[in-house]
């Protein structure tokens, strides 16, 4: 029997319900800095799209989201109080800007409310303190019986997507364009999974002085579509 048999589809669909750019937790009013590259000029065609996505997926959620987010699903597993709180508090030191953070921590609290509607959140005292987007993505994985690398694949195509929404809005960029570039990342988001499950606790964090100059400059920039 393959993989792919075994896998449980409702633990599927759960996936990409928590994927689902239709998840009312506001995803899409954020840009992760990309709104910046674009009125800086350092993103403006496909091709810089292209390097900038890339670079971000490298360099970023390879060594940061991803393995965190597969640190943080076996610490719900285990019932690890201790690691859920360090993780989690381990995430927000690493954003380098006030909107990086607020964005970690205004979709964490969304999706904890809509969460409580639905009667998903954990018992009551399992939260860490302030708990961040990637802390509680990972408990609903964990609720919805989701193994952690397809849970890992779809946060990453879950950024991909919203980052490629986020270009056609602000760029001349067609919608023919976003799907080619989807074709070119495909494989890099498969790759950036294996990577991140490679990492040692030692090796995490985030290596994105663009991005952090970007998000900064954001903050003061006149005209925005975005909050980061």
């Not at 380098?96 to 607020?102: G, I």
Request: contains cysteine; hydrophobic residues 50%.
């Amino acid at each position: 029997m393959t993989a792919e048999a075994r896998r449980d589809p409702l633990a599927l669909v759960g996936l990409m319900q928590l994927v689902s750019p239709a998840l009312p937790i506001g995803a899409f009013a954020w840009s992760q800095g990309l709104e910046s590259a674009f009125e800086l000029g350092w993103v403006n065609d496909e091709e810089s799209m292209n390097a900038w996505l890339s670079g971000v997926l490298e360099d970023g959620l390879t060594a940061c989201e991803l393995p965190l987010l597969a640190r943080l699903q076996m610490a719900w597993v285990n019932g690890d109080r201790e690691s859920l709180q360090y993780w989690n508090d381990w995430l927000q030191a690493s954003r380098e800007t006030a909107e990086l953070a607020e964005e970690d921590l205004r979709l964490g609290q969304a999706l904890a409310r809509l969460l409580a509607n639905l009667d998903l959140l954990p018992t009551s005292g399992w939260l860490p303190q302030r708990p961040a987007y990637v802390t509680l993505f990972a408990w609903l994985a964990h609720r919805r019986g989701i193994a952690v690398d397809d849970a890992q694949l779809g946060f990453a195509w879950a950024w991909l997507e919203n980052q490629l929404a986020t270009a056609c809005k602000a760029l001349p960029l067609g919608q023919t364009a976003a799907q080619r570039l989807i074709e070119r990342l495909r494989p890099e988001l498969v790759k950036a999974v294996e990577v991140a499950n490679r990492l040692t606790d030692a090796e995490l964090g985030p290596v994105l002085p663009g991005l952090a100059l970007a998000s900064a400059l954001h903050e003061t920039q006149y005209s925005r579509l975005f909050r980061s």
